[in-house]
C-alpha cells in the first residue's frame, strides 16, 4: 500500500517527508470518484507574456534569497532561453506556483511538476544540463508547495507528480533519411539522464511519477528502467503512470505502435494507471481511449487536447464544450482520472472537475485470462488455444549462410530483405542471432535491430533476440520498442547468474526462452529435461525473480538423430515426450526449440530435411510444443509429403524401426539422382510438374478435379469415363464411384479442417457440372429399365429438405448447408425463402424427406420454426428437424422448440462444417437412437439451466426505471440540436454502385465464408496473414473482387435508398413524429422505444432510445432521421443466371456482395447524413476505414438490433419513409426486407447516443408497451420472446 520502502542501497534527501499511505489512497478515492488531473503548463504560462529577460533575471521565492541566481550574463549563457518554460522553476518560480495553485484550486487532485524537458538530453538544447537537478528539484518543490497550501484550505488531498517527458530525441527513429540504422542517443544514456531527473524529482517532493507524451515507446521502456532502479537503489516504490500519445488517426504512436501493442510494451512496470494524453483532441482521442480502457489492467487516464490546432497554432475548444464530451467519457467507463493537455487552463479543468462531481466511476478494470503477449508494432496474444508459432529462422548467421554473407559484406538492406522475406512467408515471430566469432555481435546486432525497428512490414510481429552472448541479448533489447523474447538463457553457470539475467531479462519487460542446460551439461534425454526445467520454472516465478508464468519458454533442445550412434536415436522421441511433461508440470510455459538440428545429418538435402522438420512438428505440436524456430516458407504440410518418405522420418523422430537411418540414407541416395537429374535436365520442371495429374488414370483424374475445383477438363474426363463401360456399366456407376469416393474425401478434409468451405463449395461446382453431364444419360437409361421392369424402384440417398421459414428472405447459410451436404452424397430439396409451415410439411411428405432443416435470420423466424414443430405434432410427423440460421440458438431450441415436437429429434446445428455429422448421426441406424436420447438430455439440462436463471436474474420495475433514464440538461447544452437540411422525404435512386465500394466492410464477407482468422489475424485485411485461412481468404477475396467487379460494370444490381427527417420529441419512452416543425401538434407517428430493465450492479442509468431525443417539455426542438437502403434490385436474375450454370459457389457469392453492398450504402447515407443533409458534423473528416470502427457523432440503430429489439416498429418507419413506393423496398409479414440485400433504420444526432442492448425485460414493461402500440399481450409477447425475462 502507498509509498513504501524496501531493502536501500542509497539514502534520499527530501525536504519534505514521504507520504506512505499515496496509493491506499489512491485506491480508494478512484473507488468512489472520478480524480482530475492539471491541464497544461505551457498554455498557462503564455498568458503571462513573458519575455526573454524573465527567462534570465534573479529570482527569491518563500524565503529563500538565493531561489536562483538568475543568467543575465550573456557571456556565461549565451544562448537565447525563452521557450525552456522548465527554467521558469528557477526564474519565475512565483509563476509556476501560482499555476500549480491555480489548478488545485479548480479542482485538481494533481499537478504534473514543470519537467517536461527537465533532463540533460533536452536541456542541452540551451547548454544548461548542470542545472538539471536543480531544475526538477525545485520545480517539484513547488508544485508540492502549491499541494500543501490547497490541502490545508481545503482539506482534500492534492499531490504532486513529478512529469518524466519523451525528450527530444527518440530510440526508434533514425535522423539521418540516408542511414535508417543510426542513433543520435543510446538506451543506456537515456537510462541515465532520466534516472538523474527521477532523483531529483522525488528529493524535490513527487508523490507520484508521471511517464507521459511517450511517441516512442523505447524511449518510455529506458524510463521506466531508471525508474525500477531507482525504486531498487533507494528501497521505496511509489505510483507510476504511463501516458502514451497517439499521433494521428491512424491509431498509432509516432514510432508506429498501436494502443494495444504499446500497453503489452510497457505493462511489466506494473503501473499505477496507463492512458493517452496529447496530440488529439477528445474527439479524435476517444476510440483510441476506448481501446486501451478495454485492454488495460490497471487504472485509465487521459488528458486530450482542447481540439485540434487551429490555422493559428491555437486551440479553440472553450471549458464549456469540453468538460461535456469527458463527462461522456467518464460516464463511459473509459477513464478513471481526466485532465487536459495542450489548449487547456485551469478555466477548462474547472469545468471539468465540476461536471465530474457526484458521477460514480462505472470503468471496470478488465481481467483477462493470464495468456502470453507479446509485441512488435501490433500486439500478439498466444493462448493454449493459438496456432503453432513459426520464429523465422533465416536471420540467422549460424543457420544461414546467404545470410551471414550479407552481415560480412554490409550488405544491411539485403539482410533486412531477408527478415521481409520471413515475414511474407508465414513467420509470427522473427529469430535474429549474430553469434559467429568473426562478427562483432553485439554491433552487428544493435545495426540489424535498429535497422528493421524503422521497417514496418518487419517489426509488426515480435523479434526473438537470440544469441549465447547475454550482452548480446541486451543490445537487441535496447533496440526494439516491442515485448520480445530473449533466446537464451540457463543454469549453465549456476544459479546466482541465473537469477541475475533473469531479473534483467524483466526489467526490459521482455519474455524468457530457457535452454534446458545445467552446471552438468545440455539435457539430452527426457529425465535431464524434466528436471533442468522444472527446477528454472521454480526459481522464475519464485519471489526471487518474479517471473509470470506465461512469459515462460523451454528450449527442449532439438538433437540430430539419424547420425549412425544408436545413442542419438531417441533424441526426437525424449523431446516429444518431455513436452508433455514439462508442459504439465510447469503450468503457464510454452515449448519451444531451433528445428534445423534435427536433420542436421541430410544438409543439403532439403526434400528430407522439410520432410523430417514437418513430421517431427506434427507429432510434437500434439504433444505440447508451441512454437519453433523454422524456415517459415518451407515447410511441407503433413499430408502432402510423399506416404513413403513420411513413413521413414516417423520412424527415425519416433525411433520404432532400428534400421530408419539406413532407410532413409537410402533415400537420401535417391534425392541426389534426382537433384543431378534437374541440374543437367534444364528448366520447365515447374510447367511439367503442373500437368502432370492429366497423365493419371481416368479415375485419380476425375478425383483429382473434384478435390481441387478445376472444371476445366471434367466434361473430358467424364465422356472418356463413360465410354468405358467395363469399368462402368452405367452412368449412375461413375458418380457413385470416383465421383462419391472424391466428394468423400472432400468430406473428410473439411471435416478435419484440411480443407475450407470456399474450396468445398469449388468442389461441388464441379460436381454438379460432372452430374449435369451425365444426368441425360442417367435419365435415357432409367427409362429404358422402366420400359424393361415396370415395377423397378430407383434406389434414393437420405433426403433432405430445406426452407428459409415464411417472412424470412435470408438464405445465404442454408445454401452453403445445401452445398456441403450435398458433396456428401445426400439428396437436396430447396424450396428457398419465405416458405409457410404448410408448404414445407406438404413438401417432406411429397418428396419422402428424411430430415427437415429451417432457416431464418430475422427474430420472428423464432416463433415461426415454433410454429411449425406445433404443427408437425398436430400432424402426426416424425422427422427429425435441423434448426439453424444468424438468431437462432441452441438455448432457444432446446427451450422454445423441442418442447413443441418430440417424436423426433430437434437439433440446432451451428453452421455448415456441423450439419454432415448431424444428418450422418440423425440417419444411421446404429447411432440414431443414442444421437437422440443425448440431444434430448442435453436440451432438458439447458431448460432447466434456463429457468433458474431467470429465477436468479434480477430486474427494477419499469418505473424505477424510468426514475433511472439518462439525465440530460437541456437547456444547458452548449448548442441547440441541429435542424436538418430539409424536413420530410429525399430518394436517392439508382446509385452508382462504384460510390459504395469505399464503404464496404468486409469482415462479415468472411464470416459468410467461415472463414475465421485467430487473433491477431482476425479481422481483414490481416486474415489473409493468419497461418491456417489466410491462403484461402485471399484467394476468396480476389475472386469476388472479380464478380464484383462484373456486377458493378455491368448494372447487375440497382441501390435505391430513401432518407427522412422529421420534428420529434420524445414523452417517456416514446418518440413522438411530427409534421410542421413549428407547432408541433398531433403527432403523424409515435416510434415506440424499450426500456433496459435488468438489474446491474456497476450500471447508473437504464436506457431507452428516447432517452437521446429532447423530451416534449423541456421547449427544445429536435429531430430524428429514417432511413431504408437496398443494394438488392436485380439479385434475383443474377442467382437465376448462376442457378442456370450450377454454379453454388457464384450463388453464394453474389448474395454475400449484395449484403455488403447494402451495408456499404447504408454506410455512405449515414456519412452525408451527418455532414451534409442534417449537418450536425459538417467538419468530419474521416476515413472510410474510421467509419467502420464507430468513431462518429451520432448512431444508426435498426428495429430488430439490440438497442430497439422488436420489428414492428418497421411498419412505423415504412409509413413514414413510403419505402416500397418510393425505394422498391417492401416489408414481408414477418417484416423482413425485400430484396434480402436492405439496411433500415433509424438516425439520431445527440452526441450522447450510443448503441446500447435492452437485454431482458419483465411484463411490467410488456403489458406497458403493448398498451402503448394498441397490441394484444400475446401478441407483443411474440414479437418480443427473444427478450423476455420471464416464462411465457
Known amino acids: 500500500s502507498g509509498i513504501y520502502k524496501m531493502a536501500a542501497t542509497k539514502s534520499l534527501n527530501r525536504w519534505c517527508p514521504i507520504q506512505e499511505d499515496v496509493e491506499e489512497y489512491l485506491h480508494k478515492t478512484l473507488a468512489e470518484r472520478i480524480m482530475i488531473i492539471d491541464g497544461a503548463m505551457g498554455t498557462t504560462i503564455q498568458q503571462y507574456k513573458l519575455g526573454e529577460d524573465e527567462f534570465r533575471k534573479p529570482a527569491k521565492f518563500n524565503g529563500d534569497d538565493k531561489w536562483c541566481a538568475g543568467f543575465e550574463d550573456r557571456a556565461t549563457v549565451p544562448k537565447d532561453l525563452k521557450g525552456n518554460n522548465d527554467l521558469l522553476s528557477l526564474t519565475r518560480p512565483d509563476i509556476i506556483n501560482e499555476i500549480h495553485r491555480r489548478y488545485f484550486e479548480a479542482g485538481a ?119 525500477d532502479v531507482f525504486f531498487e537503489d533507494y528501497g521505496i516504490k511509489m505510483p507510476v503512470v504511463i501516458s502514451g500519445t497517439i499521433v494521428d488517426m491512424s491509431g498509432r504512436t509516432l514510432s508506429g505502435q498501436t494502443t494495444e501493442a504499446f500497453w503489452v510494451s510497457v505493462r511489466h512496470a506494473n503501473p499505477f494507471c496507463v492512458g493517452l494524453n496529447c496530440a488529439l483532441g477528445p474527439d479524435q482521442m476517444r476510440p483510441f481511449m476506448q481501446r486501451m480502457s478495454n485492454c488495460a489492467t490497471c487504472y485509465t487516464h487521459a488528458y486530450p487536447n482542447a481540439g485540434l490546432p487551429n490555422a493559428m497554432g491555437g486551440y479553440d475548444l472553450t471549458p464549456k464544450q469540453m468538460a461535456p464530451m469527458l463527462h461522456a467519457w467518464a460516464k463511459d467507463g473509459l477513464v478513471n482520472l481526466i485532465g487536459g493537455c495542450c489548449g487547456t487552463t485551469p478555466d477548462h479543468i474547472k469545468a471539468i472537475a465540476d461536471i465530474m462531481v457526484g458521477l460514480k466511476p462505472s470503468r471496470v478494470i478488465p481481467d483477462p485470462p493470464n495468456v502470453m503477449r507479446l509485441s512488435g508494432l501490433e500486439d500478439m496474444v498466444i493462448t493454449d488455444a493459438s496456432v503453432f508459432q513459426n520464429i523465422g529462422e533465416r536471420c540467422n548467421v549460424a543457420g544461414s549462410i546467404r545470410f551471414k554473407k550479407m552481415v560480412v559484406a554490409n550488405d544491411w538492406s539485403e539482410a533486412a530483405a531477408v527478415a521481409t522475406k520471413q515475414v511474407e512467408d508465414g513467420a509470427q515471430l522473427l529469430d535474429v542471432n549474430f553469434d559467429d566469432g568473426m562478427l562483432d ?7 540489424f535491430c535498429n535497422l528493421i525497428a524503422t521497417e514496418p512490414e518487419i517489426v509488426k510481429i515480435p523479434v526473438v533476440v537470440d544469441s549465447s552472448k547475454f550482452h548480446v541479448t541486451i543490445a537487441g533489447l535496447e ?135 514437418s513430421v517431427f512438428l506434427y507429432h510434437a505440436i500434439q504433444a505440447g510444443m508451441d512454437m519453433a524456430i523454422v524456415n517459415a516458407g518451407n515447410l511441407p504440410g503433413y499430408d502432402d509429403i510423399d506416404p513413403s518418405l513420411r513413413e521413414m522420418c516417423e520412424a527415425a523422430i519416433l525411433n520404432t524401426d532400428p534400421n530408419a537411418t539406413e532407410k532413409l540414407l537410402e533415400r537420401a541416395e535417391i534425392e541426389k539422382t534426382i537433384i543431378e537429374e534437374k541440374k543437367s535436365g534444364g528448366g520447365g520442371q515447374a510447367a ?125 447459410g442454408k445454401n452453403i448447408v445445401g452445398v456441403v451436404l450435398g458433396c456428401n452424397n445426400y439428396e437436396i430439396v430447396d424450396m428457398g425463402v419465405m416458405c409457410s409451415c404448410e408448404s414445407i410439411l406438404n413438401k417432406a411428405i411429397e418428396v419422402n424427406a428424411d430430415v427437415i432443416g429451417l432457416s431464418g435470420l430475422i427474430t420472428p423466424s423464432l416463433d415461426e420454426m415454433v410454429t411449425v414443430a406445433k404443427e408437425m405434432t398436430r400432424r402426426g410427423m416424425s422427422l427429425p428437424v435441423m434448426i439453424g440460421g444468424a438468431t437462432t440458438s441452441r438455448m432457444h431450441t432446446a427451450v422454445k422448440i423441442e418442447p413443441c415436437y418430440n417424436a423426433a429429434p430437434v437439433v440446432h446445428v451451428l453452421d455448415a462444417s456441423r450439419a454432415v455429422a448431424v444428418v450422418s448421426s440423425l440417419l444411421d441406424e446404429e447411432l ?80 459468410v465464408w467461415q472463414l475465421r482468422g485467430k487473433y491477431p489475424n482476425r ?36 441501390a435505391n435508398g430513401i432518407v427522412a427527417f422529421y420534428p420529434a420529441n420524445s414523452v417517456g419512452d416514446d418518440i413522438e413524429v411530427y409534421e410542421n416543425d413549428e407547432t408541433r401538434g398531433t403527432p403523424i407517428a409515435n416510434l415506440m422505444t424499450l426500456r433496459q430493465q435488468e438489474l446491474r450492479e456497476e450500471q447508473g442509468e437504464y436506457l431507452a432510445m428516447s432517452d437521446f431525443i429532447a423530451p416534449k417539455g423541456s421547449g427544445v426542438q429536435d429531430y430524428i432521421g429514417l432511413f431504408a437502403c437496398t443494394a438488392g434490385i436485380g439479385m434475383d436474375k443474377l442467382l437465376a443466371d448462376f442457378e442456370a450454370k450450377n454454379d453454388d459457389y457464384g450463388k453464394i457469392m453474389a448474395q454475400a456482395l449484395g449484403d455488403r453492398l447494402a451495408e456499404a450504402f447504408a454506410e455512405k447515407l449515414h456519412r452525408e447524413v451527418r455532414t451534409t443533409e442534417w449537418g450536425y458534423s459538417p467538419n468530419e ?12 457523432q451520432g448512431i444508426r440503430p435498426a428495429p430488430g438490433y439490440p438497442s430497439q429489439p422488436d420489428h414492428t416498429e418497421k411498419a412505423t418507419m415504412w409509413k413514414l419513409l413510403q419505402a416500397t413506393d418510393l425505394a422498391s423496398i417492401e416489408l414481408t409479414e414477418s417484416l423482413a426486407m425485400l430484396p434480402a440485400a436492405s439496411v433500415s433504420g433509424m438516425y439520431f444526432a445527440n452526441p450522447e447516443s450510443k448503441y446500447f442492448a435492452v437485454g431482458k425485460i419483465q411484463k411490467d414493461q410488456v403489458v406497458d408497451y403493448a398498451a402503448r402500440k394498441s397490441m394484444d399481450l400475446d401478441t407483443a409477447e411474440r414479437w418480443l420472446a427473444p427478450i423476455l425475462g420471464y416464462d411465457r
Open 441 to 447: 555481435g553485439e554491433d552487428c546486432m544493435r545495426k
Open 109 to 227: 487532485d494533481m499537478v504534473e511538476t514543470n519537467t517536461f524537458s527537465g533532463t540533460t538530453v533536452a536541456q542541452a538544447d540551451y547548454s544548461l544540463e548542470h542545472l538539471v537537478y536543480e531544475i526538477n528539484y525545485k520545480s517539484a518543490q513547488l508544485a508540492k508547495m502549491a499541494a500543501i497550501e490547497v490541502e490545508g484550505k481545503t482539506g482534500v488531498r492534492r499531490f504532486c507528480a513529478g512529469a518524466v517527458g519523451p525528450t527530444n530525441r527518440t530510440l526508434s527513429i533514425s535522423p539521418k533519411v540516408e542511414n535508417a540504422a543510426y542513433r543520435n542517443i543510446t538506451f543506456q544514456e537515456l537510462v541515465t539522464a532520466y534516472g538523474e531527473q527521477v532523483l531529483a524529482l522525488v528529493e524535490g517532493g513527487c508523490d507520484i511519477i508521471f511517464v507521459e507524451t511517450i511517441f516512442d515507446t523505447l524511449n518510455a521502456k529506458a524510463a521506466l528502467f531508471a525508474i
Open 928 to 1007: 440414431k437412437g443414442d444421437f437422440a436420447a443425448d440431444t434430448r438430455e442435453l436440451y432438458s439440462e439447458m431448460r432447466e439451466e434456463h429457468y433458474a436463471s431467470l429465477e436468479e436474474r434480477k430486474f427494477l420495475s419499469l418505473a424505477k426505471c424510468r426514475d433511472l433514464a439518462m439525465k440530460t440538461d437541456w437547456k444547458s447544452r452548449p448548442s441547440a440540436p441541429v435542424k436538418p437540411s430539409f424536413l420530410g422525404k429525399r430518394c436517392y435512386k439508382n446509385v452508382p454502385l462504384e460510390d459504395l465500394l469505399p464503404y464496404i466492410d468486409w469482415n462479415p464477407f468472411f464470416a
Open 479 to 613: 533496440c526494439l520498442q516491442g515485448k520480445c523474447i530473449v533466446n537464451s538463457i540457463s543454469l549453465k553457470n549456476g544459479e546466482e547468474a541465473f537469477i541475475k539475467d533473469a531479473k534483467l531479462v524483466r526489467r526490459y519487460g521482455a519474455a524468457v526462452i530457457i535452454m534446458a542446460f545445467d552446471e552438468q551439461g545440455q539435457a539430452a534425454d527426457c529425465e535431464a529435461k524434466v528436471r533442468i526445467c522444472k527446477r528454472a520454472y521454480d526459481l522464475l516465478v519464485s519471489d526471487k525473480i518474479g517471473f509470470n508464468p506465461v512469459d515462460i519458454v523451454f528450449d527442449l533442445n532439438i538433437l540430430t538423430i539419424c547420425t549412425g550412434l544408436e545413442e542419438h536415436n531417441n533424441y526426437g522421441k525424449d523431446f516429444i515426450n518431455a513436452t508433455k511433461i514439462v508442459k504439465e508440470q510447469c503450468p503457464g510455459s510454452k515449448i519451444s526449440g531451433g528445428l534445423s538440428n534435427l536433420s542436421f545429418s541430410f544438409r543439403g538435402l532439403e526434400v528430407i530435411r522439410e520432410a523430417m522438420h
Open 1181 to 1192: 473528416e474521416m476515413t472510410p476505414e474510421d467509419m467502420l470502427k464507430v468513431s462518429y
Open 688 to 812: 511439367k510438374k503442373a500437368a502432370e495429374w492429366r497423365s493419371l488414370p481416368n479415375k485419380e483424374r476425375l478425383m483429382y478435379s473434384l478435390i481441387k475445383g478445376l472444371d476445366k477438363d471434367i466434361e473430358t474426363d467424364i465422356e472418356e469415363a463413360r465410354q468405358d463401360t467395363i469399368a462402368y456399366p452405367q452412368p449412375l456407376n461413375i458418380i457413385e464411384g470416383p465421383l462419391m469416393e472424391g466428394m468423400n474425401t472432400i468430406g473428410d478434409l473439411f471435416g478435419a479442417g484440411k480443407m475450407f468451405l470456399p474450396q468445398v463449395i469449388k468442389s461441388a461446382r464441379v460436381m454438379k457440372k460432372a452430374v449435369a453431364y451425365l444426368t441425360p444419360f442417367m435419365e435415357a437409361e432409367k427409362a429404358r429399365k422402366l420400359l424393361e421392369n415396370p415395377d423397378m424402384v430407383s434406389k434414393k440417398t437420405g433426403c433432405i429438405l430445406l426452407a428459409t421459414v415464411k417472412g424470412d428472405v435470408h438464405d445465404i
Open 1019 to 1054: 479481422g481483414y485485411p490481416k486474415i489473409f496473414e493468419d497461418a491456417t485461412v489466410g491462403g484461402e481468404a485471399k484467394k476468396v477475396f480476389d475472386e469476388a473482387q472479380e464478380i464484383l467487379k462484373k456486377i458493378v460494370s455491368g448494372r447487375k444490381l440497382t
